[in-house]
């Protein structure tokens, strides 16, 4: 079968590694950098114009959409969906878990374990705000963040007050989240494809840093989830319509908590801590789908 990677980076590990292990199954494998296509709309006839021609007979679609062109890559994917191509991403699930809001409102929508969370728009009332979350120390987080970068931890009333206020006045969206300490600066990544964990991961924050992300200089160790963490990041997946999903929890003393559901979640991260072939997961996964 032919499959199409829809990435903007050719030399990711991830693009690498999904080309590699369509290739082992001996697939024809393209990555087609989404930025540059240009979509046709008429009559029933949707198309997908790359470099000049008309991409043919592809079978099914692989979308590695990063967020900083979720706009223009959903459109794309969408053109795929028009073409009845199989995508391992729908569009609509992708454009939903870039909003870390409407993504937590489905996932309480779902009876999920979520750290409170305030939003409110631009509140002058910043005391109302942080007492709906129990106080400081408490979590500060851009809506549209990735990596780490804008989520600020405040520990205590005076600079969460001088921290909302300053965000407030950039008109900058912001939620605010109770801190959850338990976690020791730790979080679970469990890597979904097609209902099933393919593989999980503790991230542990480097020194003196709460936050667990990879890019942020966190570690990854293999972990195995127990049954409720296992159940959790299922539901979690299931109720953003996502059938590749990356579902990061922390570990609290009330259960697992859900933290968001990743839409194109990095294979590098999560293959050298657990040793698995996700990306040949991935793979068969569009193997099973693209059939028919
Ligand atoms: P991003 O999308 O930028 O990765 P996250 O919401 O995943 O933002 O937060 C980044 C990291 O910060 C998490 O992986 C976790 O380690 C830590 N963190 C986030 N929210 C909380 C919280 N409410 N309590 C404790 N730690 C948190
Ligand atoms: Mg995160």
């Known amino acids: 079968m032919k499959f199409a990677i829809l990435s903007a980076n050719p030399n990711l590990y991830s693009t690498q590694r999904l080309v590699e292990a369509g290739k082992k199954k001996g697939h024809e494998m393209v990555v087609i950098d989404h930025t540059k296509c240009d979509l046709v709309i008429e009559k029933k006839k949707p198309s997908v114009i790359y470099k000049g021609e008309e991409l043919k007979d592809i079978d099914g679609v692989i979308p590695r959409i990063g967020a900083s062109v979720t706009f223009y890559g959903t459109a794309v994917v969408r053109q795929f969906e028009m073409m009845k191509i199989f995508t391992t991403t729908e569009s609509q699930a992708l454009v939903r878990s870039r909003d870390k809001l409407r993504s937590l409102q489905i996932l309480s929508r779902a009876g999920l374990g979520l750290p409170k969370t305030v939003f ?19 979590v500060i ?69 709460f936050r667990s992300n990879l890019h942020r200089g966190g570690s990854a160790t293999i972990v195995e989830l127990t049954d409720e963490e296992e159940n959790a990041a299922l539901k979690a997946a299931k109720a953003m319509g996502l059938g590749i999903a990356g579902v990061d929890m922390l570990q609290s003393a009330r259960g697992p908590l859900i933290l968001e559901v990743n839409s194109s979640p990095g294979l590098e991260g999560i293959e050298s801590a657990t040793g698995k072939d996700i990306a040949g997961k991935i793979i068969k996964y569009l193997e099973r789908n693209a059939d028919h």
């Open 141 to 209: 987080k851009l809506l549209e963040g990735t990596q780490g970068l804008g989520v600020v931890l405040a520990d205590n009333k005076n600079s969460a007050e001088s921290i909302l206020e300053a965000f407030n006045g950039l008109q900058a969206r912001v939620i605010v989240q109770e801190f959850i300490k338990e976690a020791k600066g730790a979080d679970l990544r469990a890597f979904i494809v097609d209902g099933v964990v393919v593989g999980a991961m503790k991230r542990q924050g480097k020194e003196g840093e």
């Open 120 to 138: 409110s728009n631009y509140s002058k009332n910043v005391e109302t705000v942080i007492s709906h979350v129990g106080g400081a120390p408490l």
